[in-house]
């Protein structure tokens, strides 16, 4: 939890006289945004009851290597998953080990798919990963040979901070508001093109969809309110699973929900899914609030927290220090009910890696109290 978040979460609950419980789990991954209020809260004295019982994993040895990474043990979860938690697969060359994964997914039946959670760490990797587990897909027929080519929007991940910043915008990408304002001549659930930024003035130049050009100033107004997005290029084919990457009250789509292609109208790009929950939906890819997907094929281990599923694919490089950690490490192996594989390039480089990359967050609360203790000593 973001310390923003903590704010308006508490100042909202005080207002509405609410009692508010937390959840979580601190060996987690922490918030993309600054600050890390729920562990803070625990360590300043906050009374936290724990629960201590894996209940998930059905796979007595899946639950051990979950204990052991959350110890920190990265040697002994191994262990456990070579025993029958699961398996590890390593290779060298980046493109054939993504060919494994591809070709051990593709393999699986339609079931054992849908109970299958394909995870890596970065936004990079899990496009490639898309990549290869669709081409395999389409080789063995899961994919039809209708198809549609569109325009999506994939979410640029500005901070707040950033949000308010014109440096932080790039020409061609897209801004939406989720409130408008007629001062600023903007408004809501509209699309506007960056054209260009004036850094020193602080200003971005928006066209709206009608070729209006706004000047916005977005430390004056909307940095708060603003998404930014980078159009991308998608195909999806009937047979393509499809996940929605914003929340939509209207049409019932949640963030992160998943849907399967089962048709396909190139002519007008429209996609029509067959959601979770039973119900059919068509996209029009040329309207602004349908671009709101992605391939569901692959997730980033970030946002498969708080899923369950019956087995996992993970893709954990030893190389990479920014986003392969303990955390990350534990928060793949703990999805998995009954098993988890583990891909990478070593083994041994990978074991030594999570030993010394804890993936624990420093907030800038812990910095000033630790230069004040340091300077009382």
């Not at 979580?24 to 004295?45: H, T, W, Y």
């Not at 990474?69 to 398996?87: H, P, S, V």
């Not at 959670?117 to 587990?133: F, M, N, W, Y």
Request: net charge negative; charged share 25%.
């Amino acid at each position: 939890m973001a310390a923003s978040e903590a704010d308006q979460l508490f100042t909202r609950a005080r207002d509405e006289g609410a009692r508010l419980v937390l959840v979580g789990d601190v060996k987690q991954l922490g918030s993309v945004g600054a600050g890390r209020a729920f562990a803070q809260l625990q360590e300043a004295g906050m009374t936290t009851p724990v629960l201590d019982q894996i209940v998930r994993q059905t796979n007595d040895l899946t639950r051990e290597a979950v204990e052991a990474m959350l110890a920190g043990e990265a040697a002994r979860a191994f262990d456990a998953i070579d025993k029958g938690g699961g398996r590890i697969v390593q290779h060298a060359e980046d493109d054939i080990r993504r060919a494994l994964i591809a070709r051990d997914f593709a393999a699986l039946s339609r079931e054992e798919r849908a109970g299958t959670l394909v995870l890596d760490p970065t936004r990079e990797g899990r496009q490639r990963l898309t990549d290869a587990i669709r081409f395999a897909l389409l080789n063995d027929g899961t994919l039809g040979q209708d198809a549609v080519v569109a325009t999506v929007l994939e979410p640029c991940g500005l901070s707040k901070a950033e949000a308010g910043s014109a440096a932080s915008y790039v020409p061609g990408s897209v801004v939406t508001f989720r409130q408008g304002n007629r001062d600023a001549r903007l408004s809501r659930g509209r699309a506007y093109r960056v054209e260009s930024i004036d850094a020193e003035a602080g200003t971005v130049s928006l066209v709206s969809p009608q070729g209006k050009t706004v000047a916005w100033s977005p430390a004056r107004w909307g940095g708060d309110q603003a998404e930014a997005y980078t159009e991308v290029a998608a195909e999806f084919r009937t047979g393509d699973r499809l996940q929605f990457t914003r929340n939509n009250r209207a049409a019932v789509r949640n963030n992160g929900d998943t849907a399967e292609v089962v048709a396909i109208d190139a002519e007008h790009a429209r996609v029509t899914v067959a959601k979770q929950d039973g119900t059919s939906q068509t996209l029009d890819m040329n309207r602004l609030a349908d671009r709101h997907v992605r391939h569901g094929w692959v997730r980033t281990i970030h946002s498969s927290q708080g899923a369950t599923c019956d087995h996992v694919m993970a893709h954990l490089e030893s190389f990479r220090a920014n986003t392969v950690d303990a955390a990350s490490a534990y928060v793949a192996i703990s999805r998995a009910r009954e098993g988890a594989a583990i891909y990478t390039d070593s083994r041994a480089k990978l074991t030594e890696a999570l030993g010394l990359r804890d993936g624990a967050q420093v907030g800038a609360i812990d910095e000033t109290m630790g230069r004040e203790h340091h300077m009382a000593l």
